[in-house]
């Protein structure tokens, strides 16, 4: 089993940035796919980022080159870097881990971009 926890969401204007973190209750060596989806109003479930067990990523084009995923093995938690945000970002971003075949999600966080 693993619990997440996550933060940094908020709202900001277009072109800003932010920084979400999920923690992890234990090693992300132990963990097999860790990242973020997020889901917006209406739409579904996204994919925005992933990492695999020895740091390998995955990003959506729509945010390729503009996020970034970061691991701290030593915390245990993974940072997803937001830059140059833009409405369409708008949604409630998703940690989630995969371990032993079970995937584990955090309770998810509100990112809003509005001028």
């Known amino acids: 089993q693993v619990q997440l926890v996550e933060s940094g969401g908020g709202l900001v204007q277009p072109g800003e940035s932010l920084r979400l973190s999920c923690a992890a209750s234990?090693?992300?060596?132990?963990?097999?796919?860790m990242g973020w989806y997020r889901q917006a109003p209406g739409k579904q479930r996204e994919m925005v980022a992933v990492?695999?067990?020895?740091?390998?990523?995955i990003y959506a084009d729509s945010v390729e080159g503009r996020f970034t995923l970061s691991r701290d093995t030593v915390k245990n938690t993974v940072y997803l870097d937001m830059n140059d945000l833009k409405l369409e970002d708008t949604a409630v971003y998703l940690c989630f881990a995969e371990v032993d075949g079970t995937t584990y999600w955090g309770q998810g966080t509100q990112v809003t971009v509005s001028s």
């Open positions: 990492t695999k067990r020895y740091g390998s990523r």
């Open positions: 234990r090693s992300l060596f132990g963990i097999e796919t």
